[in-house]
């Protein structure tokens, strides 16, 4: 391709991908709206929300080159707008800090939370990055719709063998509003059960404060990586 | 008189863990009674890790031509699917083992002795299973966590499980030809290590103990194996 013709097409990427950006976000703004107009009959099933978010990132990943190179900065503002109001993060926290949870004061909860988001984003940014090239199977959900907390099964296919990816989800409180993720399983591994047990460690050697300087610590020497 | 010499040192491993099962240090977790001695055998496992099978794996996966290491990669993987196959069978999962005969006999014939996966493609997927599986699905319980030394995490039924694993799979008992058989164990140990080089920076970025971490995350990962994903609930949530 000659220099002038990669000039055009970096130009165009630059300019139109704000532009497709702000569409997706409108036309989840409308699906947004949709779903609160629909109220109780059009609930989406648990399911169909994980096969949503699902396609959803890849196409983002896949528009976005920044996200597909691992780029810290611009995947932690994607996990903060697109991913986090998905999670019950504090209930994700709560669970892996343990019962010392509840003696802790609300900075150190706050500083807790903080850590530990950074400290996912830091490990599971570079899968991000790789999900443009795999095919996400969200398998049929068991169990009853009138359930307060489900349980969706997926597996993720690439080159490899599949790799098995459930979540647990709660029902939001209200009419349509959903649903949120609060344990993610990676190949029979649940997530927050294994943080919790590396905490609990921590926790009765050195306090909820060391947890957390443990965590600020170990933030800094995935950064430097 | 080589598998006289293996039941020995079963033995004397058995003997050690049954020795040492006295020593339990005070808040030890249940499913993890012989953690100091484990704990021990990991950190050999490590430095032995760091100093041999590491770098040589690093130096197979820069020096060696990618289609070398796939076709390798794929010919160990057929000679694990035969055991598998035979392991879907014992746990009763006629679709499995079909699915899985197919694979063996497709990628073996078509695929140049393994070399090629023409399978996956054909929507033969595979499925890995061992005898420690098997023993699982049957009820036997997992006893024990376990590092073994050299192939580190299992537990008491699948150490067990492992010996019937080398001693049975039928593609390595019928090689008697020596060096080459444990070439082959060296290449198989090798592609392993290869295959777990990028599983290890995300264990280094998430553990603070990697001990405890890989006990766990093994743990879990073979009780919901055995469960063909839906082990019993044991989530306390909050």
New interface residues.
């Given amino acids: 391709m000659k220099a002038w013709k990669m000039k055009l097409v970096a130009f165009l990427k630059l300019t139109l991908r704000p532009l497709l950006v702000s569409s997706i976000g409108a036309f989840i703004g409308v699906l947004a709206l949709s779903f609160s107009l629909s109220a109780n009959a059009g609930d989406e099933a648990p399911d169909e929300f994980i096969k949503r978010l699902s396609t959803e990132l890849q196409e983002l990943v896949k528009n976005d080159p920044s996200l597909k190179a691992g780029d810290l900065q611009r995947t932690s503002a994607v996990v903060d707008a697109r991913i986090m109001p998905h999670l019950n993060f504090q209930?994700m926290t709560?669970?892996a800090v343990g019962p010392a949870w509840r003696s802790a004061t609300p900075e150190q909860q706050t500083k807790l939370s903080t850590e530990f988001k950074t400290?996912l984003i830091?490990?599971y940014a570079?899968a991000l990055s790789q999900v443009t090239d795999l095919t996400i199977n969200v398998k049929p959900l068991r169990g009853s719709p009138d359930d307060k907390e489900v349980l969706v099964?997926s597996e993720i296919k690439g080159k490899g063998?599949?790799i098995?990816l459930?979540y647990?989800l709660e029902k939001t409180p209200g009419n349509g509003s959903g649903w949120k993720i609060y344990?993610l399983?990676v190949?029979?591994?649940?997530l927050v059960?294994?943080y919790r047990?590396?905490?609990s460690?921590?926790i009765?050697a050195k306090g909820i404060d060391g947890l957390i300087a443990?965590l600020v610590e170990?933030n800094k020497t995935?950064a430097k990586? | 008189m080589a598998k006289k010499h293996d039941l020995t040192r079963l033995g004397l491993l058995l003997g050690a863990l049954l020795f040492s099962g006295c020593a339990t240090s005070i808040d030890a977790n249940p499913k993890d009674p012989w953690e100091p001695m484990n704990r021990q055998v990991f950190k050999i496992n490590d430095s032995v890790d760091k100093a041999v099978v590491k770098p040589v794996a690093v130096a197979y996966k820069d020096y060696t031509p990618d289609l070398a290491q796939k076709g390798i990669n794929n010919f160990f993987g057929n000679l694990r699917d035969v055991w598998s196959t035979v392991n879907s069978a014992l746990q009763l999962k006629p679709t499995q083992t079909v699915e899985m005969t197919g694979r063996v006999i497709v990628n073996t014939t078509v695929g140049v002795l393994g070399f090629i996966d023409v399978a996956t493609p054909l929507k033969l997927e595979k499925h890995k299973e061992d005898f420690g599986k098997t023993l699982g699905y049957w009820g036997m319980p997992s006893g024990p966590y376990l590092v073994l030394p050299f192939f580190g995490p299992s537990t008491l039924r699948d150490a067990s499980g492992f010996v019937v694993d080398a001693k049975l799979n039928p593609t390595y008992h019928d090689i008697t030809n020596v060096p080459l058989r444990n070439t082959l164990y060296v290449i198989n140990a090798i592609d392993i290590r290869k295959g777990l080089l990028s599983v290890e920076d995300s264990l280094n970025a998430i553990a603070f103990d990697n001990y405890s971490f890989i006990r766990d995350a093994y743990l879990q990962r073979r009780l919901y194996e055995i469960y063909d994903g839906n082990p019993p609930d044991t989530e306390d949530s909050e």
């Fill in positions: 209930r709560a669970s400290l830091r490990t570079g099964r063998e599949p098995e459930d647990r344990n399983n190949l029979g591994v649940w059960e294994t047990s590396q905490f460690q921590e009765n443990t170990r995935n990586k």
